[in-house]
């Protein structure tokens, strides 16, 4: 079956730098887009990165642009976000997601999350 | 950047009861429009695809329709597990943009 595990979330304090990691198994990682969604405590669904099948394009939120970094190790079958220059504003619960392709298509496995905590 | 309003935020409902919820993109975004449930201090749940196309594993009482940039969500006999909060999501171009969500609750 289809796994996404995140993991590498925690507390860290604002201007320091975090990797998220997403473990995938049950399907051939390397066919399909994925995302980085996130959810602030409290509050609504919030769309971060994508990166497509082959690594080969990319788009971000312009809340994370030149802060954060999608990449993925389709040998590894694991996704990546590179979080620089952490705000307070990026705590949240941060999702991996599956797509089946990166342009027009659509999630349908979600990860269980890992929260990070900006915070001093 | 497209906005996704959903309506209303939040609804209180009784276990039987047949239910819709709104989704209105601020463009025309064709049918690339999907449903998601989440429960508390859960992952979000894939729901329905391409506006009305239901995800593997999901029970026909839910139903979707719309095109273009009015859609609906529709359960049509509403049982406790059902209880949850649920999103639209724009796929048509980037940024993705979610709708707010709508809370259902037990009345």
């Known amino acids: 079956q289809v796994q996404l595990v995140e993991s590498g979330g925690g507390v860290v304090q604002p201007g320091r730098s975090l990797r998220l990691s997403c473990v995938t198994s049950?399907?051939?990682?390397?066919?399909?887009?994925m995302h980085w969604v996130r959810q602030a405590p409290g509050k609504g669904l919030e769309w971060v990165a994508v990166?497509?099948?082959?690594?080969?394009?990319?788009y971000y939120a312009d809340s994370v642009k030149g802060r954060f970094t999608i990449f993925r190790d389709n040998s590894k079958n694991t996704l990546f976000l590179q979080m620089n220059s952490l705000r307070a504003e990026d705590t949240a619960v941060y999702y991996c997601?599956?797509?089946?392709?990166?342009?027009?298509?659509?999630?349908?496995?979600w990860g269980q999350g890992t929260l990070v905590t900006v915070s001093s | 950047d497209i906005q996704m309003t959903q309506s209303p935020s939040s609804l209180s409902a009784s276990v039987g009861d047949r239910v819709t919820i709104t989704c209105r993109a601020s463009?025309?975004?064709?049918?690339?429009l999907a449903w998601f449930q989440q429960k508390p201090g859960k992952a979000p749940k894939s729901l329905i695809y391409?506006?009305?196309s239901l995800q593997s594993g999901v029970p026909s009482k839910f139903s979707g329709s719309g095109y273009g940039t009015d859609f609906t969500l529709t359960i049509s006999s509403l049982q406790p597990d059902d209880f949850a909060t649920y999103y639209c999501?724009?796929?048509?171009?980037?940024?993705?943009?979610f709708g707010g969500g709508t809370k259902v609750e037990i009345k």
């Open positions: 997601a599956r797509a089946i392709r990166g342009w027009r298509g659509y999630i349908d496995y």
């Open positions: 049950g399907f051939t990682f390397s066919s399909y887009a």
């Open positions: 990166i497509w099948f082959d690594g080969s394009n990319t």
């Open positions: 463009q025309d975004i064709s049918n690339y």
């Open positions: 391409a506006a009305s």
């Open positions: 999501q724009q796929y048509y171009s980037y940024p993705l943009t």
